[in-house]
């Protein structure tokens, strides 16, 4: 008898030649076949249970009641007896709403802000599939989500990552046995244009700097003889800099989280000139008028460059127009770190300097240089020219 309320044909025997140590199940299936099954559990107890359970669903399914709702309920009832604990259901909704709590704790705060917008489209773009368990979403659902993404301006490289994020939620879903298969492996990823940003020359910098006022010119700078990102130049502070060893150390945000990983470049002498011509101390930001302000949107940081970009003349290819009118161009203030990295490469710096110096390089620093290492990149840094006039 199980706990069903009836009475089955039902039971568990051991492999008599002692080859498996797991109980095999014993019952009748809907055409009235007698069919042997391994629980795959070496409890005697545990292993009635899922013989009952197969039992109970080939009655079900003789008598014509059987459907998906009653399988999965059949399924998490016996689960529940086996484990102990209830099944936790998940929808493409809640689903994606956990994985982004759990994921912002070890992401970094802009990572975890742009994975949580690609979460909120998505969800959003399911409509009320959003409601339905999260192994219904199919690979027509992530290509509706991608076109609707290009169609709203998205370039074909940034509908491609807003899937890739996609498709991590669901590979995790995957590795928890949620879902049998990750809806976006089918799907092959857009042409993505092999236009990338360009550096400047460095008569487009020496431009850019003549007409730069108030705490971009230093930033400038910052850029050029550093190859820092634009968010990290912003949020500096002087107590990132060593002044015995002429040394400026930072954590880059985008790895802030995930490695823990300090950058330190040695100091140019010209920009040493320009950051000792008004120093400051301890946590005051070295960019009082760019600090803790948002790099993207028709106000950030971004776009403020570009205006002093064009009242200097200096523009880059236009890759493509998106249908909102925006434009995407080869030349912006990224182009700084290819212009540090190509002023480098081009006077022979090693490459693996070179990772160190832009923080590529593979592990963390832990200690900032041994003295050969400092001297090596100081070197290094020394081969930019000056720009400044």
Not at 21 to 38: F, H
Not at 255 to 270: D, I, N, Q, W
Not at 289 to 304: D, I, K, M, P
Not at 320 to 338: L, V
Request: with cysteine; hydrophobic share 40%.
């Amino acid at each position: 008898m199980s706990d069903y309320g009836l009475t089955f044909m039902a039971y568990v025997v051991k492999d008599s030649r002692g080859r498996s140590p797991y109980w095999v199940a014993c019952y009748t299936d809907a055409t009235g076949r007698r069919l042997k099954k391994s629980t795959k559990l070496t409890n005697k107890k545990k292993a009635l249970e899922v013989a009952f359970a197969l039992d109970h669903g080939e009655h079900l399914a003789r008598s014509g009641a059987f459907n998906e709702t009653r399988l999965r309920e059949l399924l998490e009832e016996t689960l529940e007896r086996l484990t102990g604990a209830p099944v936790q259901h998940y929808t493409a909704e809640t689903w994606f709403k956990w994985w982004i709590e759990k994921g912002t704790k070890k992401w970094s705060a802009s990572t975890a802000e742009r994975y949580a917008q690609v979460a909120r489209d998505f969800v959003s773009s399911l409509g009320q599939r959003a409601k339905l368990p999260l192994e219904h979403i199919a690979d027509k659902d992530i290509l509706s989500y991608r076109d609707a993404e290009s169609g709203r301006g998205l370039s074909n490289k940034s509908a491609n990552l807003a899937v890739k994020i996609v498709s991590m939620c669901f590979a995790d879903a995957l590795r928890q046995n949620k879902i049998k298969f990750n809806p976006c492996l089918g799907l092959g990823a857009l042409y993505e244009d092999q236009a990338e940003r360009e550096p400047f020359t460095a008569a487009e910098v020496k431009r850019i700097l003549k007409v730069a006022t108030g705490d971009w010119r230093r930033a400038i700078l910052l850029a050029y003889f550093t190859g820092a990102r634009l968010t990290d130049i912003a949020n500096l502070t002087w107590s990132a800099l060593d002044w015995d060893k002429e040394l400026l150390v930072f954590t880059p945000e985008k790895t802030k989280r995930r490695k823990k990983k300090s950058v330190g470049v040695p100091l140019h002498a010209e920009l040493k000139r320009e950051l000792l011509k008004n120093p400051g101390v301890g946590t005051a930001a070295i960019l009082p008028g760019l600090v803790g302000r948002e790099t993207g949107g028709t106000r950030g940081l971004s776009a403020e460059f570009k205006a002093i970009m064009l009242k200097a003349g200096v523009r880059g290819a236009v890759v493509r127009h998106t249908a909102h009118g925006r434009k995407n161009e080869t030349k912006g203030f990224h182009s700084f770190r290819h212009s540090f990295n190509s002023a480098l490469a081009n006077r022979g710096v090693a490459r693996e300097v070179r990772q160190v110096l832009t923080g590529h390089a593979s592990e963390r620093m832990n200690e900032i240089y041994t003295h050969r290492e400092l001297e090596t990149v100081r070197s290094a840094i020394s081969v930019i020219p000056a720009i400044a006039s």
